[in-house]
């Protein structure tokens, strides 16, 4: 069994900051990518960022430049920090995981995903 773990979401006046956190824990053998996707009223989630567990990372072309993911392997946590934040990126943020856990069952290889944090961008 697989936790994620959200925290650091909350409200920002435009042009702040906020540092989002991700941590999974659980029958663990390995994590292969840890991302951040969010979800805004009346809009189809989307990628934010994206990191490997060797590094290389992605982002959306909307927040190039204003956010940063990295990540902690040996706390297996990944991290969103948000600057000049928009009124356009209030959404619903969930951190996702690829990871291979241990089971009774043999290891497995899936998906994992947070409940979500929300962000709000307003003055």
């Known amino acids: 069994q697989v936790q994620l773990v959200e925290s650091g979401g909350g409200l920002v006046q435009p042009g702040g900051s906020l540092r989002l956190s991700c941590a999974a824990s659980?029958?663990?053998?390995?994590?292969?990518?840890m991302g951040w996707y969010r979800q805004a009223p009346g809009k189809q989630r989307e990628l934010v960022a994206r990191?490997?567990?060797?590094?290389?990372?992605n982002y959306a072309d909307s927040v190039k430049g204003r956010f940063a993911i990295s990540r902690d392997n040996a706390k297996n946590t990944v991290y969103l920090q948000m600057n000049s934040l928009k009124p356009e990126d209030t959404a619903v943020y969930y951190c996702?995981?690829?990871?291979?856990?241990?089971?009774?069952?043999?290891?497995?290889?899936?998906?994992?995903w947070g409940q979500g944090t929300q962000v709000i961008v307003s003055s």
């Open positions: 990191i490997t567990s060797s590094g290389s990372t």
């Open positions: 659980g029958s663990i053998v390995s994590i292969n990518a």
């Open positions: 996702d995981a690829q990871i291979l856990a241990s089971s009774r069952l043999g290891p497995t290889l899936q998906s994992y």
